[in-house]
């Protein structure tokens, strides 16, 4: 018994003494002090060799060392467990961090800004998630006007005057509202309409929308500032022309084609063999939408425009499917690293 006790003072010294910074002494370490056959369980198989009035005192002292010989194996932290267990070379090269690359609609958008801001037009954005009245009612839609129809909407059930823009002219209501003239600002974002997607089309898509609205605006104030965008975005080859059409919010309105950059207008998939692309509708500002956001329609003339950048995106990289915009693929995305 005595025998005993003094051998595990010997070995609670030797524990102390024992240096556990490599996986081999960690390991050797375990298997003689804690392994199945370790002297922990050896000691504690000695139990049944001791007289009845020593168990107590005799068992206090073993478990005492049990834990005195797993606290030092315990003390070892994990993260220095595994690194001990494996060998690092520090003079290896690291891993090369995964750089990102811009979304290629974020680049087409970033270049449509950038065009516009030069000519004094300020960036605002605002809620996807709109009421009716931003969204058409104010724009010179009320409710059933057959117009609403060009636009499928997303309603949000939970409360039925709640739904996804379709547009981002909801952003121009919002700032037409606050009343601050003149005003001269674009407006990117996301829109929603509720469309079978397909190669061609998506049930969401971004928008660049803008708005000039001041004294004694004209048509030919429109015209002047597309030109000068399209010179800035496509080229200075490029030609213009305007064909008439419908929107309830201007009037009068147009749709604005340019010339196929892709084949020079000698006719391709993309310009669907006319020469001619459509890349975005404008207009006079509809007076009753001035009226409707509290500005004096006889004071004030303005002219919008709205246009999708999915389209020129797909044109500019020569994309012919729109789902691999929103598929987060890398193998499509990392094709755009090099791009500024
Ligand atoms: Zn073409």
Redesign the pocket.
Known sequence: MQEILEKVDQLKKEIQDTSLSTSEELEKYRIRFLGTKGLVKELMSEMKNVSNEMKKDFGAKLNEFKIFAETKYEGVSSTDKESANEAIDYSLPGFPSETGSRHPIQLVMNKMISIFEKIGFTVTEGPEIEDDWHNFNALNLPENHPARDMQDTFYISKNPDWLLRTHTSSVQVRVMKEGKLPLRQIFPGRVYRNETVSARAHCFFHQIEGLYIDEKVSFADLKQTLYYFVKEMFGADVKVRFRPSYFPFTEPSAEMDVS?F??A???????K?T?W?EILGCGMVHPNVLTNCGIDAEKYSGFAWGMGVERTAMMQYGITDIRVLSENDTRFLDQFKNVV
């Open positions: 196929c892709i084949c207008s000698k006719g391709c998939t993309v310009c063999h020469g692309v």
